[in-house]
């Protein structure tokens, strides 16, 4: 399998692309901000014909090139429900302070959006995803995983967006965020996960899940299925 991408714009959000191998279909995870020039320089470098983008979460950084992108190929888009409205109004995501900041863009809903469903795996480019709900940085975050073929056996690749990063967690103060809840979000559907579980995060360097239950101080007495930590329980 192919799994490539770049860090794209101010913010610097992962954009992913994950197909069978080069010459075939693929599907496009998180265009963010001037992700557009680079992301099409890949897919020519690959040939790489895209079929869809699947989105982590609705914030802006994520999101900003999904609608051009989308309907420049005739491609759907996929988000949670929770999410969606943030296509057209990331102000949701963002508040208005933030959002102050955009000044006079405008931002509309790609042609075709479809909604991802928790536990609901898809298919696309030949590629199966799972999908985990995984709420607490936004109320649609979900996390994707996929199985790639390794020399031991299958290793499971999780696009984690927002929810997990190397030695940290995802914000929680922007509408919608809730910190005890991102917490279960991780003990539920992270954690539970093989420690060799390759984790591509929405910003900054892979890491794995076994890497970060050992050394990332918010998982510090986060167990697999548990609801509180001694740092965030109520």
């Known amino acids: 399998m192919l799994i490539t991408g770049f860090p794209a714009g101010a913010f610097q959000t992962n954009c992913y692309v994950l197909a069978d191998g080069p010459g075939s279909d693929a599907v496009v995870v998180d265009p963010g901000q001037e992700a557009i020039a680079p992301l099409e320089q890949l897919l020519a470098e690959h040939r ?20 051009p992108l989308a309907d420049e190929y005739g491609i759907p888009v996929y988000i949670h429900a929770a999410d969606r409205p943030m296509l057209a109004d990331p102000s949701i995501g963002i508040g208005a302070g933030l959002a102050a900041m955009l000044g006079d863009e405008t931002f509309t809903e790609p042609g075709k959006v479809v ?119 109520k």
């Not at 014909?49 to 609608?67: E, F, K, S």
């Not at 020399?151 to 967006?161: N, Q, S, W």
């Open 48 to 67: 790489l014909n895209p079929v869809a983008i699947l989105l982590t979460h609705g914030h802006l950084d994520h999101t900003w090139t999904a609608q």
């Open 115 to 233: 909604e991802f469903g928790d536990r609901e795996p898809v298919t696309l480019a030949g590629i199966t995803f799972g999908v985990d709900l995984a709420p607490g940085h936004t109320q649609g975050s979900v996390v994707l995983t996929t199985h790639v073929p390794g020399p031991d056996g299958d290793v499971t690749v999780a696009l984690a967006g927002d929810v997990l990063f190397q030695g940290s967690i995802g914000r929680t103060d922007l509408p919608g965020g809730d910190h005890q809840q991102l917490l279960t979000s991780i003990a539920e559907r992270l954690l539970p996960l093989p420690d060799d579980t390759v984790v591509l995060p929405g910003h900054g360097p892979t890491t794995t899940i076994g890497q970060e239950r050992a050394t990332n101080p918010f998982l510090q007495g986060l167990a697999p299925g548990s609801h509180t930590t001694e740092r965030g329980s």
